[in-house]
């Protein structure tokens, strides 16, 4: 696809931001506590990884630094209303991104001052990637009457799924040293390139979740553990592509 312009970049981060919030949309009252391909993250936990990815946006574009931010996106940040919470929080992340200087700026992530359009690429490819997380969980636990939406078409846009993938498997090695994503799973020859890419950072397309049969479902309405990245990653560290 070549080197994108700092626009083409944006449609792509607008276009992954707006498949994320369909499928927050889309999860019904009673899944919040349905289990997701992301280990032990529930769908609760995957949205507040999401939120406290962009919770930091603003700042970061902004030039604070972890040390500035402190603590203040630890922890569980989706209160009574998720959905609300999320949405609010990704239109601030939108704006953050229409400021002037902010594609020319070096914003501090928790690994180093990284190229704004490189932090970006690692939004963009992580809302597409838990897009598909978030999506497979509603698919298993049952969608709502009226909604078409699946995790087959969170990778409907070929291109952005081409860019994302011909990215990553340029790099994924060296996540994979330092733990972000686990081995890729085998998938056919003639597999289409959405789900290579799912394979790509171990994910099986086929998952299924291992349910207890008394597991209460809904936790919409009850922050409390869990809520942190998995594997010790610190919320802020969600600023790449993430295996979940």
């Known amino acids: 696809m070549g080197t994108l312009t700092v626009t083409e970049r944006r449609e792509w981060l607008d276009w992954a931001l707006d498949i994320f919030d369909t499928q927050v949309r889309a999860v019904p009252p009673g899944s919040w506590a349905a289990p997701t391909p992301c280990g032990q993250w529930d769908v609760r936990a995957l949205v507040n990884h999401l939120t406290v990815e962009h919770l930091w946006v603003p700042p970061l574009l902004a030039g604070l630094t972890r040390g500035d931010i402190g603590t203040r996106f630890d922890g569980d940040q989706l209160g009574d209303d998720p959905g609300a919470r999320w949405t609010v929080t990704a239109r601030r992340s939108r704006d953050a991104w229409d400021r002037p200087d902010a594609w020319a700026s070096l914003p501090m992530l928790s690994f180093g001052p990284t190229p704004a359009d490189e932090y970006a ?30 995790a087959r078409t969170v990778g409907n846009n070929r291109e952005l799924v081409h860019w994302v993938h011909d990215s990553l498997r340029r790099q994924i090695d060296a996540w994979r040293v330092v733990g972000i994503f686990a081995t890729p799973v085998p998938v056919p020859d003639d597999a289409d390139e959405w789900t290579r890419l799912i394979a790509l ?21 009850h922050p409390d553990e ?18 979940g």
């Not at 994910?203 to 936790?219: A, E, F, K, T, Y």
């Not at 869990?226 to 295996?243: A, I, L, T, Y």
């Open 121 to 150: 690429f690692q939004l963009t490819a992580d809302l597409l990637l838990h897009g598909w997380d978030l999506a497979r969980a509603i698919d298993l636990s049952g969608r709502l009457p009226g909604d078409t939406t699946s």
């Open 201 to 221: 950072t171990g994910r099986s397309p086929d998952w299924r979740p291992r349910l207890d049969p008394g597991r209460h479902l809904d936790r919409g309405r």
């Open 226 to 243: 869990g809520q942190r990245s998995d594997e010790g990653q610190p919320p802020d560290e969600g600023q790449r592509p993430d295996g």
